[in-house]
């Protein structure tokens, strides 16, 4: 696929964050202008992460900051997409939510009944405020067997003082305490959070495309969902293990700008 076929055929951008559009606290050189390019085309821009410790309104808040976002953009979290997951597979069923307060109040403001003692359904999101309470908790309803739902499946977070655990080391731990492995998982590079775009931005699966610095999740999210891709090498991958990977983009550019240059 050239570039302009993919540009032709494409109305919604999913841009993911880090390695993508910034750089920890930098946004990557040429991102804003190109940004503004493809919203001049007439392209929605939806900024996706799987990180599901913050809420929307904190992403919204660092990417106009950065000079990212503008009015019609969008922030589509690992978090918003399991709210969704749990409204269309448990409509109202009582949630234990492991998360963190900010994430917490915006499952209760999207309607999601939030139960600490008799749930039907437990969700495990990025909580940065893990405390052993929380651990024993989610460890006795996962021994109950109650269903089990996971935001996402990275390993660890990237941060400017180095990597994180993350929700995947988290569920390493569970699996020791408990036996279980989540049910769902609602985050890339898995379909819930594809199907979930699909629905809210009314798009045909030919019309969106991801673009992001990943392999494992961004990439193979797009050719799990059906959506075009673009890989930016201004991440965590290197033209070398894009050549070595089962995970292929339709384009790689050296860094999103390259989109928009002709
Ligand atoms: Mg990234």
Do not use: W
């Not at 089990?148 to 990275?154: E, K, V």
């Not at 629905?199 to 990439?219: N, S, W």
């Not at 075009?228 to 860094?255: H, N, Q, W």
């Amino acid at each position: 696929m050239t570039k302009e076929e993919l540009l032709n055929k494409t109305s919604l951008f999913l841009l993911d964050l880090d390695g993508t559009v910034y750089l920890g606290d930098e946004p990557i050189f040429g991102v804003p202008h190109a940004l503004k390019k493809l919203r001049d085309l007439g392209k929605r821009l939806v900024f996706l992460t799987n990180n599901s410790s913050r809420t929307a309104a904190s992403y919204r808040e660092k990417l106009s900051r950065l000079g990212l976002f503008e009015r019609g953009d969008e922030v589509y979290t690992s978090g918003m997409a399991a709210m969704e997951y749990l409204r269309a597979h448990f409509e109202g069923a009582r949630v234990y939510l492991v998360a963190t307060t900010q994430v917490r109040e915006e499952f209760v403001r999207g309607g999601i009944r939030l139960d600490e003692e008799d749930p039907d359904v437990c969700l495990l999101a990025y909580d940065t405020e893990l405390t052993f309470e929380k651990i024993k908790k989610l460890d006795f309803f996962l021994r109950s067997g109650l269903p089990f739902l996971a935001t996402h499946l990275d390993d660890v977070c990237p941060t400017p003082a180095g990597p994180m655990p993350d929700v995947g080391s988290f569920l390493a731990m569970f699996e020791r305490s408990s036996h279980r492995t989540p049910d769902a998982i609602i985050g890339k590079p898995f379909s819930p959070m594809g199907e979930a775009i699909l629905r809210r931005y009314g798009v045909e699966r030919g019309q969106a495309c991801m673009v992001g610095d990943r392999l494992y999740t961004d990439i193979r999210f797009a050719n799990n969902n059906g959506f075009s891709s673009i890989l930016t090498l201004t991440g965590e991958t290197t033209r070398e293990m894009c050549e070595k990977s089962v995970d292929r983009p339709d384009l790689t550019f050296e860094a999103l700008p390259e989109l928009v240059e002709f």
